[in-house]
């Protein structure tokens, strides 16, 4: 089954600097790659995600770049602000059903608690 | 508004005494999930249904049941719960096809065994 690791579990920065998490995945049939954002006693919530037909996507602050052929793929955050301080779980999946992979299936890496100091 | 609805909440219960953790969604989707937050180890799927009647094993269902009788319905059934059943469990649903998102998660039920 998918394994997805990410990097690192902790990360603290000051205000204005950038954040990088990086995720690496095990399963080759996975195309959708989501990123999500979990502040302290709240559900996640989906940030920012990628296909893998694409190699990078932005949205203000945020992006998500992937390479696919080394399996790994990375959110950065610029210009950090002390809202942006939260866990971060990157993930991994099979939106269909190609080799076999069971497209049900969200496979979550271990999370990375960001802390932006003022 | 759409969202995925989860009860309790909170739960507190003994080892042994069977439970039901309910989860609803008002989106139509075809899939759901149920996965349990442990410090350390993030989010891992116990169980997932990709439609009515449909379901499936995730990384860790040892000790855990579901059903999907209705689309909008996804339980979590606990039949002898032991306290390493201890976590914050969350259901999440999204729909089905390569053009859609990832799960919309509920707000989660923090579940004690004593």
């Known amino acids: 089954g998918e394994n997805v690791e990410q990097h690192p579990s902790t990360l603290s920065v000051q205000e204005g600097d950038s954040a990088v998490i990086k995720c690496t995945y095990s399963?080759?049939?996975?195309?959708?790659f989501p990123w999500y954002k979990q502040e302290l006693g709240k559900r996640p919530q989906l940030i920012i995600d990628?296909?893998?037909?694409?190699g990078e996507k932005k949205d203000q602050r945020i992006a998500v770049t992937l390479n696919k052929t080394a399996k790994h793929f990375s959110l950065h955050i610029t210009e950090t602000q002390p809202e942006d301080s939260a866990v971060y779980f990157c993930?991994?999946?099979?939106?269909?059903?190609?080799?076999?992979?069971?497209?049900?299936?969200?496979?979550f890496g271990q999370g990375t608690i960001l802390t932006v100091h003022p | 508004e759409a969202q995925v609805t989860q009860n309790p909440r909170y739960l507190i219960t003994v080892t042994g005494k069977k439970l039901t953790v309910t989860c609803s969604q008002n989106?139509?989707?075809?899939?759901m999930s149920w996965y349990r937050q442990d410090p350390g180890l993030g989010l891992r799927q116990i169980y997932y249904?990709?439609?009515?009647?449909?379901?499936d094993k995730g990384d860790v269902p040892e000790g855990y049941k579901v059903s999907r009788k209705e689309k909008r319905n996804f339980p979590l059934i606990l039949e002898s719960p032991s306290p390493n059943q201890t976590s914050l469990y969350f259901c999440?649903?999204?729909?089905?096809?390569?053009?859609?998102?990832?799960?919309?998660f509920g707000s989660g039920t923090r579940l004690t065994v004593v």
């Open positions: 999440a649903s999204r729909a089905a096809g390569t053009g859609n998102r990832g799960y919309t």
């Open positions: 399963d080759s049939a996975s195309n959708y």
């Open positions: 990628i296909r893998s037909n694409v």
């Open positions: 993930a991994a999946s099979a939106t269909s059903n190609a080799g076999g992979t069971s497209y049900g299936k969200l496979t």
């Open positions: 989106m139509n989707h075809e899939y």
């Open positions: 249904s990709m439609n009515v009647e449909v379901t």
